[in-house]
């Protein structure tokens, strides 16, 4: 599953992350990565597959970067 921005069960609005990393740190499998590139600082998907739908990611991010996937 190689989509930057959809596992299986979440999919990600990368213009709404003012990366504050929670996501990051409350991962269980770490299924989200940093992007820092210069100005560009958001979330992105890193290991998809991995992804087990805990959506842990939803709740504790404060600016609905995560929402379930349809």
Do not use: M
Not at 1 to 24: G, H, L, M, S
Not at 44 to 59: A, E, F, L, M, S
């Amino acid at each position: 599953f190689k989509n930057k921005f959809i596992t299986p069960y979440i999919a990600v609005d990368p213009r709404q992350c003012v990366a504050c990393w929670e996501c990051v740190a409350c991962c269980p499998k770490e299924v989200i990565g940093k992007v820092q590139f210069l100005w560009h600082k958001h979330v992105v998907i890193k290991n998809g597959d991995t992804c087990i739908g805990c959506k842990k990611c939803i709740k504790v991010c404060p600016h609905g970067v995560f929402s379930v996937k349809e």
